[in-house]
C-alpha cells in the first residue's frame, strides 16, 4: 500500500479543550516548532471553539488569537497553518488576521445539519486564496444521506474537502465506513475524518475512514483533546507506517514532541483518559461541554449523572443547548419522586 495521508496536527486547537484554552503562546511556539521539526503536515492553531471563541460561553484564552499566531507562525518553516472558523462565533476580520499571520487554510465548521451557515465564510476564505476545508461537526447525529446532502453544500461553496467529524466519539467503524464511503463516492473533493476516542476507537475508526477513501485525518500529540481526546498523533504516524501508508510526518520526531516538549506542560488531571464520563459520553452521543453542567444538575436533583446523559443524547442535543440539562434532570426528578410514592402507595 502507498497511499497519501496527510496528517493534521490539532493540539494547539482541540487540545486547548483539555488545558481550559489556557497555553500560552511560548508554549503554543514550542509545541509548534517540535511538529515543523518531525515534518508534520498541518498544524491548527486558535481556541478550542474556533477563531472568536474566548468569551464567556466558551471560556476564555491564556491569549487572543493574533498573539498565538505571531508566537507559531515563525516556528512553522515547513508544516501549513491552519485555523478554524465556526460561523456565529468567529468574523471575518478574524479571516484577515489570520491570513496577514501567514495562515494556509481556514477550516469551517458547522453542525451536521446546518452547513447552509457557511456560504458566505467559504465564498470570503476562497477570495482571499486560502485553501478552504469544511467540517460536519456532530456526524453521527445524522444519517449517511444526510450527511453526502451537506457536504454537497459546502462543496458547490467552494470547499476543498469535506471532514466526517466525530466531535462526540460515538461513531463506530461500520458508521464511519458508511459515511466516509458514500462522500468519497459522491464528490469531487478530498474527504477527511476527525476522531474522538470517547469510546476507545479514535484509530480504529481513522483506519476504517482511511480505507474507506478519506486522505486527510485530524490528530493530536498524546490525544489531548475534548472528552477523552482525538486520535493519538504519534499512534497514527507509527500505525499508518506499519500499514504501509505513506505518512510524512517523522515517527520518531513526533514522539519526541508529544514525549518531550508537551507532556511537561499538562498536568495528570488534564492529559485526557478513557474514563467513565468519557465513555459514556460517547455511547450517549452528547459532546462534552455537557458534562460539567451534567454533574451539577445530577448533585441538585439527586440524579444520576448518567441518567441524565443519556436522555440527552436521545434528545440529541448540541451546543448552545445546555440549558436543557436542567429541565431533563427536573423531569427525571419528578418521575423519581412519582415513582417513589407509587411504591409507598402499593405498601
Request: a negative charge.
Amino acid at each position: 500500500m502507498t497511499d497519501s495521508v496527510r496528517l493534521v496536527d490539532m493540539t494547539l486547537r482541540d487540545g486547548m479543550h483539555a488545558v481550559d484554552h489556557q497555553f500560552t503562546p511560548e508554549e503554543m511556539a514550542d509545541v509548534a516548532s517540535a511538529l515543523n521539526a518531525a515534518e508534520m503536515d498541518v498544524v491548527e492553531v486558535s481556541h478550542g471553539d474556533g477563531m472568536g471563541g474566548s468569551s464567556i460561553n466558551y471560556g476564555f484564552s491564556a491569549a487572543s488569537t493574533e498573539e498565538y499566531l505571531d508566537a507559531v507562525t515563525p516556528e512553522l518553516t515547513d508544516t501549513e497553518l491552519s485555523v478554524l472558523m465556526l460561523p456565529g462565533i468567529g468574523t471575518i476580520e478574524e479571516i484577515d488576521m489570520a491570513i496577514d499571520h501567514g495562515a494556509d487554510i481556514c477550516r469551517i465548521a458547522t453542525h451536521v445539519t446546518e452547513a447552509d451557515v457557511s456560504e458566505e465564510h467559504f465564498e470570503y476564505v476562497k477570495d482571499q486564496g486560502l485553501e478552504a476545508n469544511g467540517l460536519l461537526m456532530l456526524s453521527h447525529m445524522a444519517a449517511p444521506e444526510t450527511v453526502l446532502e451537506q457536504a454537497q453544500l459546502m462543496e458547490s461553496y467552494g470547499a476543498d474537502a469535506v471532514y466526517v467529524m466525530d466531535s462526540a466519539g460515538a461513531l463506530l467503524p461500520s458508521d464511519v465506513r458508511d459515511r466516509v464511503s458514500l462522500l468519497v463516492d459522491e464528490l469531487s473533493i478530498d474527504v477527511g475524518f476527525h476522531a474522538h476516542n470517547n469510546l476507545g476507537l479514535a484509530i480504529g475508526n481513522s483506519l476504517a475512514a482511511l480505507d474507506s477513501g478519506a486522505v486527510t485525518i485530524d490528530g493530536c500529540l498524546r490525544g489531548l483533546g475534548a472528552g477523552s481526546g482525538n486520535a493519538q498523533m504519534e499512534v497514527l504516524v507509527g500505525t499508518l507506517e506499519k500499514a504501509g501508508y505513506d505518512v510524512n510526518p517523522d515517527f520518531f520526531g513526533t514522539m519526541d514532541a508529544a514525549e518531550d516538549v508537551l507532556v511537561p506542560m499538562i498536568s495528570d488531571d488534564e492529559m485526557p483518559e478513557l474514563d467513565n464520563d468519557s465513555l459514556l459520553l460517547g455511547y450517549a452521543g452528547v459532546y462534552s461541554s455537557f458534562l460539567r453542567h451534567t454533574r451539577r444538575a445530577g448533585e441538585k436533583y439527586d440524579i444520576d449523572p448518567r441518567e441524565i446523559l443519556i436522555e440527552l443524547g436521545e434528545m440529541e442535543v448540541v451546543g448552545g443547548q445546555e440549558d436543557l440539562i436542567t429541565d431533563v434532570a427536573s423531569r427525571l426528578a419528578s418521575e423519581k419522586d412519582a415513582e417513589t410514592a407509587e411504591a409507598a402507595s402499593d405498601d
